[in-house]
């Protein structure tokens, strides 16, 4: 039984391998012409040209793009989206008191509505030169300001606000900025993207630049993009964040993965939203 797995293991390996050694295969482009309309009114862009720092792509496309026609679907109506319910219950924390210091959100905020923009442009440096994500943002108001524990990384709760903060920026353009005082931080996460790992020596980019289209098993390999996010994922019924996505993503090359929240990450999630600079946010979405 030992060797059979050990062989089963050896096969995979090779067989994932061969998608990051074989880099020249041409990757499959999605279908032309499909578009992501919310709710019958709200026109996403999913496609746009790459941006001029990502040498590697001529366009960037969505998530959504690559998924079958009954996942995609279901972003097409709120009504049918299951992450709206995270969405919902983010609202209702936003007013909701937590903390020693008698604090809701609304406190210092007023409307959620007034986080427009906000998802667009995470993660971003703060005025201490330290690169934060926006559950970093969201826990700095938690603790400091409302007096409260910090929320932990994949919490429902974590998970609520930052569904509902992301819906006020639907619609509009990823646009985070990777020069200046982000301009290191970039540099690092886009290292770490080509940089191969795990027992199956394979990188971001093995799969989600070089074999874009191609099938792995039932699933096909969109670009990686995180203008969904967070989103809810049918394999495991639940809302996932970036960080969590890398995590297993890492794991998956059979390494040993960093933890949600932690600096390779932040850096990894700068450098993957910038190649998708100019797609739609499209607030919270549906992944197989």
Not at 263 to 277: I, K, Q, T
């Amino acid at each position: 039984m030992m060797k059979l797995r050990k062989q089963a293991t050896a096969m995979m390996a090779l067989g994932l391998l061969a998608l990051s050694v074989g880099g020249m295969a041409r990757a499959a482009d999605p279908d032309p012409g499909v578009d992501l309309v919310i709710n019958g009114d709200t026109k996403l862009v999913t496609r746009v040209p790459a941006p001029a720092n990502i040498p590697g792509l001529k366009e960037v496309y969505s998530g959504w793009l690559f998924h079958d026609p009954t996942t995609q679907a279901m972003e097409t109506d709120d009504f049918s989206n299951p992450a709206m319910l995270a969405v919902d219950a983010g609202n209702a924390a936003w007013s909701t008191v937590m903390g020693t210091e008698g604090k809701s959100c609304a406190s210092c905020h007023n409307g959620i509505d007034s986080m427009k923009g906000v998802r667009a442009s995470m993660p971003k440096v703060n005025k201490a030169g330290k690169l934060w994500s926006l559950e970093d943002y969201i826990n700095d108001c938690v603790t400091n300001r409302m007096g409260a524990k910090a929320l932990g990384w994949n919490s429902n709760e974590m998970s609520g606000l930052t569904s509902a903060i992301s819906m006020q920026s639907r619609g509009m353009p990823v646009d985070v900025a990777t020069d200046g005082a982000a301009a290191p931080f970039w540099k690092e996460g886009e290292k770490l993207y080509y940089t191969r790992t795990g027992l199956l020596e394979l990188s971001c980019a093995s799969c989600h630049e070089m074999h874009f289209g191609d099938h792995v098993r039932d699933e096909r390999l969109s670009q990686g993009q995180i203008n969904g996010f967070p989103v809810y994922r049918l394999k495991t019924t639940n809302m996932v964040s970036i960080h969590n996505r890398f995590y297993g993503c890492v794991r998956d090359t059979r390494a040993e993965s960093y933890k949600e929240g932690t600096d390779p990450l932040r850096e990894l999630e700068l450098y993957v939203a910038s190649r998708g600079n100019g797609l739609s946010i499209e607030g919270v979405s549906v992944r197989p």
